[in-house]
């Protein structure tokens, strides 16, 4: 069975610009979670989506946005990109969400750098 | 709000155990993660726990948890070279994907 992938792995934007990264989940999970990484401020989760409907947001200005298709893909959309924004970005796939059977099933990131 | 704490660094011997440490605050945690961290890559699951667990074995990894003190640990048997790595806690409550995690404890096992 496939992974949790991720699009781009890497990406280079400046200032201003915006961005949407793309996670595609374990086939079968219909949860979807996003986490910023930065050595800072450590893994912080942003938002998780379940049956096309965020059901859980973290603590992040509303430049950061998601959504969830049917088929489960997900994408997160950064507008007005700041300097901080540069992080790892991880998405992380379950079936249910949480504890046994729900585990989080982390990609491989999305390296966002901005200049 | 819920926070998780972590050891920064932890250096071993190759052939010896490794012992990492966390500290929660949630009282109301119910699930206790260890995932694991290489370079450049995302998160595997190591393991995990229930709050109403003291124990559990898998393999080389044991994890302990005191849920009187909110602390919780993964001690690594036979720690390779393989295994460094940088570890994190997190905690889920009530079932929820949400995951507070650790600042992580990079460890370093030499030959």
């Known amino acids: 069975k496939a992974g949790v992938t991720q699009t781009p792995r890497y990406l280079i934007k400046t200032r201003g610009q915006q961005v949407t990264l793309s996670c595609s989940p374990i086939?079968?999970?219909?949860?979807v979670s996003w986490y910023q990484q930065t050595p800072g401020q450590g893994l912080q989760f942003l938002f998780e989506y379940f049956s096309e409907t965020q059901r859980n947001k973290g603590n992040f200005p509303g430049r950061f946005s998601g959504r969830q298709f049917s088929n489960s893909r997900s994408e997160m959309n950064v507008s007005t990109l700041e300097l901080g924004d540069s992080a790892l970005y991880l998405c992380a796939s379950s079936t249910v969400g949480g504890g046994p059977g729900g585990e989080q099933f982390f990609g491989p990131g999305t390296r966002l750098t901005v200049l | 709000g819920e926070d998780v704490e972590q050891s920064l660094f932890l250096s071993v011997r190759e052939g010896d155990s490794s012992v990492i440490n966390c500290t929660y605050t949630?009282?109301?945690?119910?699930?206790l993660y260890w995932y694991k961290q290489e370079p450049g890559a995302g998160l595997q699951l190591l393991t995990y726990?229930?709050?109403?667990?003291d124990m559990k074995q898998d393999q080389r990894l044991t994890v302990l948890l005191n849920k009187k003190d909110k602390h919780l640990s993964l001690r690594i048997a036979d720690t390779q070279t393989g295994d460094s790595a940088i570890y994190f806690c997190a905690e889920s409550s009530s079932g929820y994907s949400t995951l507070t995690f650790g600042k992580g404890t990079m460890l370093l096992v030499s030959p």
């Open positions: 086939s079968g999970h219909r949860s």
């Open positions: 726990i229930f709050s109403n667990m």
């Open positions: 949630d009282s109301s945690s119910t699930y």
